[in-house]
């Protein structure tokens, strides 16, 4: 099955700074997910990006899927953006393989 | 539209019972997938259902059963419960399975 990296596992930023999430993969994919998942469990769709790049508001998204890897950009970060960012690549319909994700912490 | 919802949030049980958790998709969606999140194993797929048919299977003992009626509506059961099955239960749906998938909140599984 496909094998999952995402990297850094951890971060910590100060309000208001930049980061980059990144995520790299094994096989060739048919699509791929970013995903947030808040305190309580919920995992919050964030970009459907199984090729190019998205924005939506401070939050960025870019996938190379020839070269196995899709880069999630976060700018002016904020409190609430602090939780686990999952990447999640799918080659089977229906089936995600889910990295380790990165955990972000933003202090005020 | 209603998002993806799960029944019940919370569910306490004993080992060697026997448990269902169900997962209402999104309305038009016919895929369904589910997941267990541990913080041992992370999130792992367990199967995904479309039109009522099982098309994929995680790696999971046969303890662990799904099905889908005609709604699209899904069930999951596990059956003689062990410590490990403790676990975040969450389903997703998607309108093909190749698409966007939506997650529900999740069904809090603890084996004591």
């Known amino acids: 099955g496909i094998q999952v990296e995402q990297s850094p596992p951890d971060l910590i930023l100060q309000e208001g700074a930049n980061s980059t999430l990144r995520c790299n993969f094994s096989?060739?994919?048919?699509?791929l997910q970013w995903f947030h998942q808040n305190p309580w469990g919920q995992l919050i769709n964030l970009f459907y990006?199984?090729?190019g790049t998205k924005q939506n508001g401070r939050l960025s998204a870019t996938t190379v899927a020839t070269e196995r890897y899709s880069l999630l950009y976060i700018s002016s970060s904020q409190t609430t953006d602090s939780g686990v960012y999952f990447c999640?690549?799918?080659?089977?319909?229906?089936?995600?393989?889910f990295g380790d994700g990165t955990t972000l912490t933003v202090k005020p | 539209k209603a998002g993806v919802t799960q029944t019940p949030r919370y569910l306490i049980k004993t080992r060697g019972q026997q448990v269902t958790l169900s997962c209402s998709p999104i309305?038009?969606?016919?895929?369904v997938s589910w997941y267990q999140q541990t913080p041992g194993q992370g999130l792992q797929f367990l199967f995904e259902?479309?039109?009522?048919?099982?098309?994929n299977k995680g790696n999971f003992p046969g303890r662990f059963s799904g099905r889908q009626f005609s709604n699209s509506r899904s069930e999951m059961n596990v059956s003689t419960l062990e410590l490990g099955d403790s676990a975040l239960y969450l389903c997703?749906?998607?309108?093909?399975?190749?698409?966007?998938?939506?997650f529900g909140p999740g069904t809090r599984l603890t084996v004591l």
């Open positions: 096989d060739s994919v048919n699509n």
């Open positions: 997703a749906s998607s309108f093909q399975g190749s698409d966007t998938q939506y």
């Open positions: 990006i199984p090729s």
């Open positions: 259902y479309f039109s009522e048919t099982q098309r």
């Open positions: 309305s038009g969606h016919r895929s």
């Open positions: 999640a690549p799918r080659a089977n319909a229906g089936k995600s393989t």
